[in-house]
Nanobody, 121 residues
């Protein structure tokens, strides 16, 4: 079992910044990819940014140039630096990881509980 602990959400004015953190723990033999998704009221959950074990990153077009995903030294922690926040960034942000959970290389996806980000005008 893998647990993902998120932190860093909150209320910020438009143009401000927030930094989200996600730490993975549990029985993990490897990490293929970790990322951040978000879901606004009435909308589907969407990918915000992801990073692979090799360091390759992917961003939604709507956040390119404003958000940066990175990993901690332990590689089991991922951060999302969010700058120039806009009201349309308001959503619950979820951390997701694709982990190697078995010695034979079996993988599984796990989600965090979500953290609210609210950007006011």
């Amino acid at each position: 079992q893998v647990q993902l602990a998120e932190s860093g959400g909150g209320l910020v004015q438009a143009g401000g910044s927030l930094r989200l953190s996600c730490a993975a723990s549990g029985i993990i033999f490897g990490i293929n990819r970790m990322g951040w998704y978000r879901q606004a009221p009435g909308k589907e959950r969407e990918l915000v940014a992801s990073i692979t074990s090799g360091g390759e990153t992917k961003y939604a077009d709507s956040v390119k140039g404003r958000f940066t995903i990175s990993r901690g030294n332990a590689k089991s922690t991922v951060y999302l630096q969010m700058n120039s926040l806009k009201p349309e960034d308001t959503a619950v942000y979820y951390c997701k990881g694709d982990f190697v959970v078995g010695l034979a290389g079996s993988t599984a996806d796990y989600w965090g509980q979500g953290t609210q980000v609210t950007v006011s005008t």
